[in-house]
């Protein structure tokens, strides 16, 4: 625990991933180190505006008690509400950006069946909105959807990730206005896209000039088109796939019927998909098909991330300088959340990151905070730590297949909107997939 004015600058034991030192590189790379020493510290903002995000029920005045309630014996100051507002519009969004950049990443482990395959990481590309304040301020950056009921009651955000589908840790991510469409932002997360790796995608991305520029970062890229999309065939391979272009871009093209069966009844969906993977031997078009539901893993991440965290809450801030300086710290805390979760698990060989519970996880960081404990790393090193015992010791079951009807809801309207789609939350149900010969052109 750090000493005098910096004691309440701390995140319980997810410290140990964001220690003093990288919070005091960030502020001084971003020159939002104080001038003077003043009673709220730079580096206690930063933590305080990261402890927010693990506290989303609580206001600021509400997560500093929480950081201080375990300093009994320090002299620790009282803020008002209006010193941590101010404190943290001295501090910014750079410093909070500085470390999202550093931290993300996919994590370190190759344990578990939807991290790699074929020696490919396996990636996914999607898009969410978040939900902020409706005030004059930010309203002056981030707008309000129409829609046929009257649109949305707060302005929104939209929010584009890299995710690593395996441990779905972020490798990187972006937002802004949603007058910006989802293929508008891609192309900034392209130079996170290296050789070795597989983007997994949706019918949003089928855009012919973005998935050329995708290709040319080396990646892989399989995602899925419109079924109607006309499609030169080329050449057809006993896969069932056949040899396509889209543009100056060849691809194999696999169109596959996929069968979904659960308690509830059967659900049979048409895919078409595109791949740059050429070569049908070393991949095969039934492996390409069954790879592609790994794509669901980064609407698992939005939905720890906009429910388990944030609970549906409307973001705090009131200002967009101060939406970014949110959005990042809820960014860099999920990492923190995700890594703490894979490197427990790695420390159990064999253990697919797939079972960990974010939820567990997410609960026990919150004790930490509440605690003050595992502020500083013991003299031995342990890759799990508290966080990752509690979650170690209550692992979730296998990796499975699963759907659920997928009903979009919000707080302004009553109606349901659109159909099932496949989700990994609700019953058990096994799969059958069929490659169907490509038609003539």
């Given at each position: ?9 701390h ?6 991933l ?7 590189a ?9 001038s003077?020493l003043r009673?709220?510290p730079?580096r ?7 402890a927010?995000?693990?506290f989303p ?5 509400g997560v ?17 509400a209006?010193?941590l ?6 501090v ?8 999202f ?10 344990h ?13 590309l ?11 301020a ?7 959807q ?15 990730a890299?995710?690593?589908c395996?441990?779905r ?5 972006v937002?802004g206005?949603t ?9 900034r997360?392209l130079?996170s ?8 995608a949706d ?9 050329a ?8 890229v ?11 065939v080329?050449a ?8 396509s272009?889209l ?19 059967k ?11 050429l ?10 098909t069954?790879?592609?539901h790994q794509r ?7 939905l720890?991330?906009?429910?388990t ?32 979760m894979?490197d427990a ?12 519970g974010f939820?567990?996880?997410?609960q ?13 790393a ?9 966080i ?7 692992l ?5 297949l699963?759907?659920s009807?997928?009903i ?5 309207s009553k109606?349901q909107a659109?159909?099932?789609r496949?989700?990994?939350?609700s019953?058990?149900?096994t799969?059958s997939?069929?490659i169907?010969?490509?038609?003539s052109?």
């Amino acid at each position: 625990m750090a000493g005098g004015r910096f004691a309440p600058g701390h995140l319980g034991e997810l410290t140990q991933l964001v220690p003093f030192e990288m919070v005091d590189a960030a502020l001084s790379a971003t020159r939002a180190v104080q001038s003077r020493l003043r009673d709220l510290p730079s580096r206690v903002v930063v933590y305080l505006v990261l402890a927010a995000c693990l506290f989303p029920e609580a206001g600021y005045l509400g997560v500093w008690r929480k950081l201080t309630g375990a300093l009994a014996g320090l002299p620790v100051v009282a803020p008002t509400a209006s010193a941590l507002a101010q404190a943290r519009r001295r501090v910014g969004s750079k410093p909070l950006r500085w470390l999202f950049d550093l931290l993300r990443g996919p994590a370190a482990t190759r344990h578990g069946p939807g991290i790699r395959w074929r020696d490919l990481l396996v990636v996914a590309l999607d898009g969410t909105t978040l939900t902020v304040p409706d005030t004059p301020a930010v309203l002056t950056r981030f707008t309000k959807q129409a829609g046929n009921h009257g649109g949305t009651g707060y302005p929104q955000v939209r929010l584009l990730a890299l995710v690593a589908c395996g441990t779905r840790t972020l490798i990187d991510a972006v937002f802004g206005p949603t007058t910006a469409g989802e293929t508008t932002y891609a192309p900034r997360l392209l130079p996170s896209l290296r050789p070795g790796m597989i983007l997994l995608a949706d019918r949003n991305f089928g855009a012919q000039r973005l998935l050329a520029d995708i290709a040319a970062t080396g990646a892989e890229v399989l995602v899925r088109l419109k079924n109607g999309r006309r499609m030169p065939v080329l050449a057809r391979f006993p896969d069932g796939s056949c040899l396509s272009v889209l543009g100056s871009l060849r691809v194999r093209v696999i169109d596959c019927e996929i069968t979904i069966t659960t308690t509830a009844g059967k659900h049979t969906g048409l895919y078409r998909l595109a791949t740059t993977l050429l070569d049908h031997h070393r991949h095969p078009a039934a492996e390409l098909t069954t790879l592609y539901h790994q794509r669901w893993e980064i609407e698992t991440a939005y939905l720890e991330l906009k429910s388990t965290i944030l609970g549906g809450r409307v973001l705090r801030a009131r200002t967009p300088e101060g939406v970014d300086q949110e959005i990042y710290a809820l960014l860099v805390v999920y990492q923190l959340l995700r890594t703490a979760m894979a490197d427990a698990t790695s420390s159990r060989p064999g253990t697919d990151p797939d079972r960990a519970g974010f939820s567990i996880a997410w609960q026990a960081a919150r004790d930490q905070v509440v605690l003050a404990a595992g502020v500083i790393a013991d003299t031995v090193v342990d890759l799990a730590g508290t966080i990752g015992r509690h979650v170690l010791a209550d692992l979730l079951p296998e990796r499975r297949l699963r759907v659920s009807p997928r009903i979009v809801k919000r707080a302004i309207s009553k109606y349901q909107a659109r159909g099932p789609r496949i989700d990994r939350t609700s019953y058990k149900a096994t799969t059958s997939i069929e490659i169907l010969t490509a038609a003539s052109p």
